[in-house]
């Protein structure tokens, strides 16, 4: 168990609908990060977040969105979802925004299928 | 820029016998380099991490991996795998403490009986 929490765990939806995503990381850890996982695109990295702030940002479509809360759980956003955005959505979670930033933490993702 | 390369797709092998998964980045200074597994139906968990000193890095679950700055290689070995090594891995680099990480397409692991 790696402490990073992300709900839900599956999703089917249709196109051109709009889904949330959640995800509370450990204990501690100030960063948040969204990678996205499919089989023609692997692993690619969405977005960071570090302590309610945004610190960088990877290939997320302007459809897509995301937020940390001062509590540190953060969500992501997805809308007028297409067929090709059927994936697995990681989050992981690390203590800081600078700094080892390879030491991440994941969750066990959300598997999102739109229809 | 940056990248990570992992040039095995699939790899196969015996219950038993001995894994090494190759991993090579470009990038002219040393970086923070990392292999990290992925369990079926799991996220990705962290085998191990080189920063500086020794090149030989130990990690979870009876795996190490070799630095080799003249290679720019960052293998990960096994001398005897079981079959819940199955699984996929990836190879991961980060530049500098203030960098994000690159990770590699993966390479899936496949264990024969």
């Known amino acids: 168990d790696s402490g990073v929490t992300q709900t839900p765990k599956h999703l089917i939806t249709a196109t051109g609908q709009r889904v949330t995503l959640r995800c509370s990381p450990r204990?501690?850890?100030?960063?948040v990060y969204w990678y996205q996982q499919s089989l023609d695109q692997g692993l690619q990295f969405l977005i960071q977040y570090y302590n309610g702030e945004e610190r960088a940002k990877g290939n997320i479509l302007e459809r897509f969105s995301a937020q940390q809360f001062p509590d540190l759980h953060s969500e992501l956003n997805l809308s007028s979802l297409e067929l090709g955005d059927s994936a697995l959505y990681f989050c992981a979670s690390s203590v800081g925004g600078r700094g080892l930033a390879g030491e991440l933490f994941f969750g066990e993702g959300s598997r999102l299928t739109v229809l | 820029a940056q990248s990570v390369t992992q040039p095995d797709i699939h790899i196969t092998v015996s219950e038993g016998a001995s894994l090494e998964l190759r991993c090579n980045y470009s990038y002219g200074a040393t970086p923070y380099l990392f292999w990290y597994v992925q369990s079926p139906g799991q996220g990705l968990q962290l085998l191990l991490k080189y920063f500086s000193g020794d090149t030989l890095v130990q990690g979870i679950k009876g795996f190490e991996a070799e630095f080799k700055r003249s290679q720019s290689s960052f293998n990960l070995r096994k001398p005897s795998v079981h079959w819940s090594d199955a699984a996929e891995y990836f190879c991961a680099v980060v530049r500098n403490r203030d960098d994000k990480i690159i990770f590699g397409k993966g390479t899936r692991l496949h264990i024969l009986p």
């Open positions: 204990s501690g850890d100030l960063s």
